[in-house]
């Protein structure tokens, strides 16, 4: 029997997803009520951070949100079946030769070069294709700098080619709140608004909103707080929207002085009982999150008590210590984050952060979608 990517049965799977698009919707409807009057989009590249796009995009225009973010275009065409009348902006911008695609389903490109706006110009003029304008204060990724920005104010053939609907940039370091970078950007943002009068702007991430009112203005643009994880130490992690479990497929005893898994890395210090569970870093459970004698790994939780990993994170398996949960037995679920582990100090541990866990998600797993409109 085959089964294709996510839909495998939960008693055919190594692991499985739990999404629940009802703390998805309470999550934007906290963070657009922290934003207000400044209104709420949402960012849902990357698959919705892993918990799929359209199911998200679909959540989200039930609870009000009319503007979505999406990373590349064929991420659009996925939102943009599910929100028919949603405007739908696309953050890498105007990639060579995609002005028709876009247009065809009026995705809206976030123009981050003079190079993309001739081309969209060239493409939209006369038409009625909106777009956004992406100027750098600070980041130097995407956007023009702000000599271009101003520059191309000065052409108004150009900018009523384009038909500009937002003025959007990127905090680099709003995960920070007392970095300098933070004010730099929002003084030159400033700059750049004065520069198209009346123009829709925006700001802020998840962390920008937790900076205060100065860094809303018209439109935020949150991501990962949507799904449940803090960025930096900013903003409260808000309901869990993810729920990871992995099952436990052998109990197995093993005595004091023993190694477990890959590289005999992790050695017992006492008759110990090891779960070995099928989940591993081909299902996006990181290798770096393992233990070995010299630095704990991560944990998970089993019947409430929490289990750490015991050696290395193996392709398609991992070993917990489950020495202190007796009732313990093949079958059960270890939840790897979710409600009861966060998904941040799960991160922490593999050195790295949420956004990558999520993102990273693999296609093996058995997905349940709960609290659905
Ligand atoms: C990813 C992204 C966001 C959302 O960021 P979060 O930290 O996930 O809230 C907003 N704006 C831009 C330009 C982005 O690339």
Redo the contacts with the bound molecule.
């Keep these: 029997m085959s089964t294709s990517a996510g839909t495998a049965p939960s008693a055919l799977a190594g692991g499985r997803l739990t999404i629940d698009l009802a703390a998805l919707a309470a999550n934007w409807r906290a963070l657009a009520g922290r934003a207000a009057p400044a209104r709420a989009g949402a ?1 849902i ?1 990357g698959d919705g951070y892993g918990i799929g796009d359209e199911a998200a995009a679909r959540a989200l225009a039930v609870a009000g949100c009319e503007t979505f ?1 999406v ?1 590349l275009p064929e991420e659009g065409f996925a939102v943009r079946k599910a929100v028919p009348q949603a405007d739908i902006y696309v ?1 890498d911008g105007l990639l060579p030769g995609s002005a028709a695609a876009l247009a065809a389903a009026r995705l809206r490109p976030i123009l981050g070069s003079l190079a993309e706006i001739e081309e969209w110009a060239a493409f939209a003029s006369g038409g009625d294709a909106a777009s956004a304008i992406h100027v750098d204060t600070g980041m130097n990724r995407l956007g023009l700098t702000l000599d271009e920005a101003r520059a191309l104010a000065g052409r108004t053939d150009l900018l009523a080619a384009i038909r500009p609907a937002l003025l ?1 940039s ?1 905090l680099a370091a709003a995960d920070t709140p007392g970095h300098p970078l933070n004010a730099r950007q929002l003084a030159r943002f400033h700059e750049a608004r004065a520069l198209f009068p009346g123009m829709p702007a925006s700001l802020a ?3 920008g909103i937790a900076l205060g009112p100065d860094y809303h203005f018209d439109l935020v ?5 949507l799904y449940g994880a803090a ?1 930096g130490e900013t903003i409260a992690p808000l309901e869990t929207v993810v729920t990871l479990e992995t099952r436990i497929l052998q109990v197995r005893e093993v005595p004091p002085g023993d190694t477990v898994g890959y590289g005999a890395a992790r050695t017992l210090s006492r008759p110990s009982r090891i779960a070995i569970a099928g989940t591993g870093y081909a299902d996006g459970y990181h290798r770096q999150a393992g233990s070995h004698d010299g630095r704990p790994g991560a944990e998970g939780v089993l019947h409430g008590r929490r289990v750490p990993i015991a050696g290395r994170v193996s392709m398609d398996l991992t070993a917990f210590d489950v020495t202190d949960v007796p009732g313990a037995m093949r079958g059960d679920w270890i939840e790897l984050f979710g409600p009861n582990m966060p998904i941040d100090e799960v991160a922490a541990h593999a050195g790295t952060i949420a ?1 990558e866990l999520l993102t990273g998600l693999g296609r093996r797993y058995a997905r349940r979608y709960a609290g659905g409109a």
């Design positions: 960012v590249k973010f990373a953050l959007v990127h991430n998840s962390a643009r949150p991501g990962v707080a960025p956004y």
